[in-house]
């Protein structure tokens, strides 16, 4: 195999090479960022500012990855992770790092995104908010079951780590492993068995299997302590205009419909959700004739919505984002106010991107007026993200 080069001209290690770098920080995705003679270089279980002994395990245009061989000189942010089965669970990938040094990159990664996308933007950035729990904040999980294996999936495989507890997950739903183990030996299968197990709004605990034609409850928030704090924040965004009508995009159950129903008494209030499950327990709860809601996928809906410039829009999309149509039809709508609640900050970065684009476009100027990371998923890359757009007046 021959060597690859970069722009620079810089000759990229082999594939197998083992060698010496210096992690500058952390990526989306968890691993480790270094650079070799101007090639970046992403490592997993690395920690920022820390020296490491890698070996290079694949090799691209742009960049390469390496797996960790030893740790030369420890980051000050490294700790032993207090799980046992941390370093080859595929759950949590940063808890080998402190908790303040976790929140410190998720800020910084966030930023970073926003401003590689749009380095012209200009917007309030708010501190990161801490997650109330570290640990013990699952509300559902998604394990696994084969050959009198119960647990989760192990890094980048199909193997199952036997788990006898999980650090990350509410103690209401642990302490039915060994029952859940149980129901599912009792099943026969030979088969690889996923099971959703999750705290019900009731407080009970219910379990079961996760098939092709049933994948489970559907999306909800699984930090229920991080989750209060999350919607009161975008209630608070929202301001106290009258607005006539509240729109919330991939609304899920309602987590976001139901409270900005009861803010704005006076306003007509629609969800749209394409999960049937979902929609069909939000309209359960529906006392009041201002409520609608739909089943559908938010783009066919956005084809035929009636958005007012006095209207409040909210999305909370999935970790794929929305879409150019969905944000162009939004600038051409320009409400008066959206706030996006987002899971993945590369797909919130593009989003805000097309939106300020066909905007630019169309000639209805919007500002991106604060953004706010929250700490939602502890012990792992995931990152949520509030951000407020309003008309630029």
């Not at 770098?21 to 270089?41: D, Q």
Request: net charge neutral; aromatic share 8%.
């Amino acid at each position: 195999m021959s060597a690859k080069t970069n722009k620079g001209g810089a000759q990229a290690p082999l594939l197998g090479s083992k060698i010496k770098l210096h992690i500058e920080k952390l990526a989306i995705g968890g691993a480790g960022v270094a650079r070799h003679e101007g090639v970046v270089v992403f490592v997993p279980q690395a920690a920022p500012n820390e020296e490491v002994l890698v070996e290079v395990s694949l090799v691209k245009k742009n960049y390469m990855e390496a797996t960790l061989l030893e740790v030369l000189k420890p980051s000050p942010a490294r700790r032993e992770p207090p799980c046992p089965v941390a370093s080859v669970c595929g759950g949590c990938n940063w808890q080998h790092i402190t908790e303040i040094e976790q929140r410190k990159q998720k800020e910084q990664l966030v930023l970073e995104t926003l401003k590689k996308f749009n380095p012209t933007l200009q917007f309030e950035y708010l501190p990161l908010k801490e997650s109330p729990r570290s640990f013990r904040y699952r509300n559902r999980i998604q394990p696994k079951f084969k050959n009198n294996h119960f647990g989760f999936f192990a890094r980048n495989s199909h193997d199952i780590v036997e788990i006898t507890d999980c650090l990350i997950t509410e103690e209401a739903l642990t302490t039915k492993f060994s029952e859940v183990k149980i129901w599912a030996q009792g099943k026969n299968s030979k088969d690889l068995q996923r099971l959703e197990m999750y705290i019900s709004e009731e407080g009970s605990v219910r379990y079961g299997l996760i098939t092709d034609e049933d994948d489970g409850i559907g999306f909800s928030q699984v930090n229920r302590f991080q989750n209060e704090d999350l919607v009161q924040t975008a209630l608070t965004w929202a301001g106290e205009d009258d607005y006539p009508h509240v729109l919330d995009l991939y609304a899920g159950a309602g987590n976001f419909t139901f409270p900005f129903a009861h803010k704005f008494k006076n306003a007509e209030i629609t969800g749209v959700e394409l999960n049937p499950k979902l929609v069909e327990k939000a309209k359960s709860k529906i006392k009041e004739k201002r409520m609608k809601y739909f089943l559908s996928d938010v783009e066919s809906y956005m084809r035929r919505a009636v958005i007012g410039p006095e209207d409040l829009v909210v999305l909370d999309p999935p970790r794929a984002g929305a879409s150019e149509y969905i944000m162009r039809a939004l600038a051409a709508a320009r409400p008066k106010r959206i706030i996006y609640i987002s899971c993945h900050p590369v797909s919130l970065a593009r989003d805000l991107n097309w939106i300020f684009a066909w905007s630019q476009k169309l000639g209805t100027p919007m500002k991106l007026a604060r953004v706010q990371a929250f700490e939602m998923f502890p012990q792992t890359d995931h990152v949520e993200t509030i951000a407020e757009l309003r008309v630029d007046s």
